[in-house]
């Protein structure tokens, strides 16, 4: 292993666009063989930053074992979730000790044996990598679809399992949209739905781009070769999947961009029939839709970035009466309906609030009250129209997961399950609080931190800054066991609510994209000097991370204002803007436009991104210590983007602090899969940053 820090090679390499002429001597490391990465040279300099990584954290492997028997210490081995009532089973998903997938389970509510559904960790068996997408069950509870992606690409194989024997189904699907990320047991997840009488599953099918614009019908027990196209998007900058109402009645196929939707009802006992469609797409206009009986429940923004629910008959969906008017302090995320009665989901001034509605209008809603003045909390799994008790969950950045029932009739609510911490937390060691900070433009900018209950507010302690703020994701002020490693070694960890989330509604959204995308970066970088201002810490000890859109966060204030931070952390960073947003045939960009501008048309959107693009503004000056990490099969940000921007910085800037590249040559975008194999990767990160503050002790 070597401590030399690998130089990639310079190749001239430029275009010209809107006048402009950009010098790209890093082009090389995209493989022009993508999706496949074969070249010798590209794959030459990913494993000379890889081994240059681990001869770097050699002398750190200490600490990062110590830190990662910590993380895992605080993770119950046989974790399992609380069993939730579905028809005539109760269904869950469970942990083995030392397991690094789950497996699936139901018992039937009448009485008998538990029955093992899907057995991930049989299936994740020799695969480096391995994740669920999307678990459907048929209405009549015999049959399982379920799908899987075994090399991070996030290309699903559908496949079917009876439920009534051992066998696995012959049919297999390849190419199938999923939905990245966790999955629970319900009606329906992700891009994959039966119909009521089981007989038809409707999916997504992603293109050679990545792009989901096909939905497919499949006949059980049919070569899936000769499935039906049920729906095609000619637009590439929408994608569609297929959900349900809650009642089960219709299939709800939705046509979307980042800021546009359009959505079609079929009916779940037959998905040929000709479909009704709810409004025409409007750009600008998004809305969602349940159904209760023959009203259409559309929650929509159509007025107000803040939301607003409407109803309609489904007999003539295009009549929408407005049932509950736009609110300038609640933000409306979210609308489900049940037979007696609906919940409405939003956050009120930043906090999250449930509210029971009734279906009369006259009667008042009931919201439910929680404990804490800051906290995250929302409606889980409830698969059933006929629900009478809701479960929901619940967290703050000091209390665990707590898993509620909340008895719709009575109010009361009942606890089911706290997250356990096997090697013990005590709640009083650490204290909570919601700051606001003034940015530059005079905007208010809330912040949650936590820190330990005897912090001095002398400046003298690190504090760790977390921040997303694109696509109008907000970070919840929510619990993290791992987070507790940096807390208990005198760190404070803050959440930046900056501009680009939708923190406190969707205009909060807006002002952070497009045109205004500067305010993301400004909001951060003010927050942080705040936080020094108020003593919180003092410039050169804040550790920042972002991820993804959170990476180019990274990129832009690293650029910006490299003196405040002591280490940066930036996982699958999308850092190379410019280049990505010019090229239409990468999976992702025709539908990012809207997000971040189309530089191919827009001389403007061309002169902005470039003005920010992390990778293009890399100048020579001294950055602080980073650690940046990419993944070889990442479809969302592809591995030349954080290998382009090390390999610029390595050779641009003028300081002798540690940059290190480390990329995952058999993952994608979420890093590792496996429950602990995560845990060692982010055991690094906190080691990097330990190390680089002089905290590693």
Same mark, same amino acid.
């Given at each position: ?184 047991? *319900? ?45 095609? *998007? ?137 404990? *804490? ?227 191919? *048309? ?96």
């Amino acid at each position: 292993m070597t401590l030399t820090p690998p130089v990639a090679a310079t190749r001239a390499h430029s275009f010209t666009r809107h006048g402009v002429t950009v010098e790209d001597p890093y082009a090389w490391l995209r493989d022009p063989g993508y999706p496949e990465v074969t070249d010798r040279d590209v794959l030459g300099y990913l494993e000379a930053e890889n081994a240059y990584f681990e001869a770097q954290m050699a002398p750190r492997r200490a600490l990062v074992d110590r830190l990662y028997e910590e993380m895992r210490g605080r993770i119950k081995e046989d974790e399992s979730s609380v069993p939730q009532k579905d028809g005539d089973y109760l269904y869950w998903s469970a942990f083995e000790t030392g397991g690094e997938y789950r497996r699936w389970w139901r018992r039937p509510v009448a009485g008998g044996a538990d029955e093992l559904m899907l057995d991930e960790p049989a299936l994740a068996a020799g695969k480096e990598y391995f994740r669920v997408g999307a678990l459907a069950i048929s209405e009549d509870g015999r049959v399982l679809a379920y799908s899987t992606d075994e090399d991070g690409s996030e290309r699903y194989t559908i496949r079917f399992k009876s439920l009534t024997g051992a066998a696995t189904l012959d049919e297999v699907i390849p190419g199938a949209a999923g939905k990245w990320g966790d999955t629970s047991i *319900e009606g329906t997840i992700g891009n994959i739905v039966f119909t009521s009488d089981g007989r038809f599953l409707l999916y997504g099918l992603t293109d050679e781009h990545w792009r989901t614009r096909t939905i497919k019908v499949h006949r059980l027990g049919t070569d899936p070769a000769t499935d039906t196209i049920l729906y095609y *998007e000619d637009d590439p900058v929408f994608s569609v999947g297929v959900s349900e109402t809650s009642d089960r009645r219709w299939i709800v196929l939705s046509a979307s961009s980042h800021d546009t939707s359009e959505i079609r009802l079929y009916p779940a006992d037959d998905p040929f029939a000709a479909p009704i469609l709810v409004a025409p797409r409007h750009a600008g206009r998004e809305y969602d839709v349940d159904a209760h009986g023959e009203t259409l429940f559309i929650h929509t923004n159509d007025t107000d970035p803040m939301w607003r629910l409407v109803t309609a008959p489904v007999a003539a969906p295009g009549e929408w009466s407005e049932r509950i008017a736009p609110s300038p302090h609640f933000y409306m995320t979210g609308v489900e309906c049940y037979r007696d009665f609906f919940v409405v989901e939003g956050r009120e001034d930043g906090l999250d609030q449930i509210e029971i509605h009734a279906y009369d209008p006259a009667a008042a809603p009931r919201r439910i009250a929680f404990p *804490e003045a800051s906290y995250t909390a929302g409606v889980g799994d409830n698969p059933e129209y006929d629900q009478r008790v809701l479960r929901l969950g619940y967290e703050s950045m000091v209390t665990p997961g707590t898993v509620y029932d909340y008895d719709v009739a009575t109010g009361a609510l009942e606890v089911l399950k706290v997250q356990e911490i096997p090697s013990g937390y005590d709640a009083a060691r650490y204290a909570t609080e919601r700051l606001t900070i003034t940015a530059r433009d005079g905007t208010a900018v809330p912040v949650s931190i936590v820190y330990p209950h005897d912090f001095p507010r002398d400046g003298s302690r690190p504090l760790f800054l977390y921040a997303y703020g694109a696509y109008g994701h907000a970070i919840p002020p929510g619990f993290s066991t791992g987070r507790l490693s940096l807390l208990d070694r005198g760190f404070a960890y803050a959440i930046a609510h900056i501009r680009g989330g939708d923190d406190l509604g969707q205009q909060w959204y807006h002002d952070g994209k497009l045109e205004k995308r500067a305010n993301t970066f400004t909001d951060f970088v003010d927050v942080a000097r705040a936080l020094v201002e108020q003593r919180w810490t003092s410039a050169g000890r804040i550790a920042i991370a972002g991820r993804s859109a959170g990476g180019e966060l990274m990129g832009a204030v690293v650029n910006s204002d490299p003196d405040l931070w002591g280490a940066v952390i930036a996982d699958v960073p999308f850092v190379d803007v410019l280049n990505t947003m010019l090229d239409e045939t990468l999976p992702l960009t025709p539908g990012e436009w809207p997000e971040w501008g189309n530089p191919i *048309e827009d001389a403007a959107a061309f002169h902005l991104i470039r003005g920010y693009s992390p990778y293009d503004n890399v100048r020579a000056q001294a950055y602080p210590p980073m650690f940046i990490s990419g993944g070889l099969n990442d479809p969302r940000v592809t591995y030349w983007e954080p290998a382009k921007w090390a390999a610029k910085l390595r050779a641009t800037k003028t300081d002798d602090n540690l940059l290190l590249l480390k990329t995952n040559m058999g993952a994608g975008h979420g890093g590792k899969s496996g429950r602990f194999e995560s845990l060692r990767e982010a055991a690094e990160e906190h080691a990097f940053v330990l190390w680089q503050l002089g905290v590693d002790s």
